[in-house]
C-alpha cells in the first residue's frame, strides 16, 4: 500500500463538489493538495479554510496549456514535487438531442466542442504535464513515481437521451485509461478512472427537484445521492493499492442509466409517427 503521508497531490476542479472532497480527504490522510481551479471559483477561499501550509490554489483553466504550465511551476516551486494528480474539473452539456425530428432543432457544434474541450481535452492537458513532473520523481520501492486519477461517468456507458456531448467526452476520459497506462507504465505512473453515477454536487443540485428523484430511481442501493466524500474516499484507495492500474471503476450504487424520462419515451413515439 502507498502511504499518502508527505505526498503532494493537485485535484482540478477542487474548490466544490467531488474536487474538493477530494483536496480534503487526501489532506487528512498526510497530502498537500493543490486546487486548480477557475480565478472565479471559491478556491482561494477553499485553500484558506483547510490552512495555506497544506494547500494552495492555483488560478488555472484547465485547456489552458500556459494555465497548467503555470501552475505545474508552483506546485514544484511551493513544494518541490508532484505525485498524484486527480482530475475533476468538468461541466455538464446542454441537454438536447443531436436532432429533433419533432423540434427540427440540431445540436449546435459550438456545444458539443466545448463539452468535449474541458471534459476531455482538459483531463488531458492536465495528465500530459503532470507526468512530466512525476516522472522526475526520484523511484519508489516497486518503481513508483507517480499517480493519475481521472473522473469519467456512468454517463460514459448508459448514456441517455439528450446528453449525448457530455457522454462522449467521459467515454473518452474512460478510453484512454488503459493506454495512458500502458503509456507511463516505463516512467513508473499508474492511472485510474473513476465513473461516479448521481452524486450530491453542485452540478447536480442545479437540476429540479423532479429530475433529482428520477436521478435515483435507477440506483439499486442505496437509493439515494453519493456523498462527494464516498467519492474521495474510492480516489484515496485508488491511490493506495497499487495494483490498481489502467481501469475504470464505477462507483454508483448498481444504478444503470435508463433511456430517459416518461416525456422522453412519449416524444420518442410522437416522432417515430410523424417521421
Not at 32 to 56: F, N, R, W, Y
Not at 139 to 153: K, L, M, Y
Amino acid at each position: 500500500m502507498i502511504d499518502l503521508k508527505g505526498k503532494v497531490a493537485l485535484v482540478t476542479g477542487g474548490a466544490s463538489g467531488l474536487g474538493k472532497a477530494t483536496a480534503q480527504r487526501l489532506i487528512n490522510n498526510g497530502c498537500k493538495v493543490a486546487i486548480l481551479d477557475l480565478p472565479s471559483s471559491a478556491g482561494e477561499k477553499v485553500a484558506t479554510q483547510i490552512g495555506l501550509h497544506v494547500c494552495m490554489f492555483c488560478p488555472c483553466d484547465v485547456t489552458s496549456v500556459k494555465d497548467v504550465e503555470n501552475a505545474m511551476d508552483q506546485i514544484v516551486t511551493h513544494w518541490g514535487r508532484l505525485d498524484i494528480a486527480v482530475n475533476c474539473a468538468g461541466m455538464a452539456a446542454l441537454p438536447q438531442r443531436i436532432y429533433h425530428g419533432l423540434t427540427k432543432e440540431v445540436y449546435p457544434l459550438s456545444e458539443f466542442e466545448r463539452n468535449v474541450n474541458v471534459n476531455l481535452n482538459g483531463t488531458f492537458n492536465v495528465c500530459r504535464l503532470a507526468a512530466k513532473e512525476m516522472a522526475k520523481n526520484p523511484p519508489g520501492p516497486s518503481g513508483e513515481r507517480g499517480v493519475i486519477v481521472n473522473t469519467a461517468s456512468i454517463a460514459a456507458y448508459d448514456g441517455q437521451i439528450g446528453t449525448l456531448p457530455y457522454s462522449a467526452a467521459k467515454g473518452g476520459v474512460a478510453s484512454m485509461t488503459l493506454p495512458m497506462a500502458r503509456d507511463l507504465a516505463v516512467c513508473g505512473i499508474r492511472v485510474i478512472a473513476v465513473a461516479p453515477g448521481s452524486f450530491d454536487t453542485p452540478m447536480a443540485q442545479a437540476g429540479s427537484e423532479k429530475s433529482k428523484i428520477r436521478n435515483t430511481e435507477d440506483i439499486v442501493f442505496p437509493r439515494r445521492y453519493g456523498q462527494p466524500d464516498e467519492f474521495a474516499h474510492l480516489v484515496q484507495s485508488s491511490v493506495e493499492n497499487q495494483m490498481l492500474n489502467g481501469c475504470v471503476i464505477r462507483i454508483d450504487g448498481g444504478q444503470r442509466l435508463q433511456i430517459g424520462d416518461r416525456k422522453t419515451q412519449k416524444e420518442m413515439t410522437l416522432m417515430k409517427s410523424k417521421l
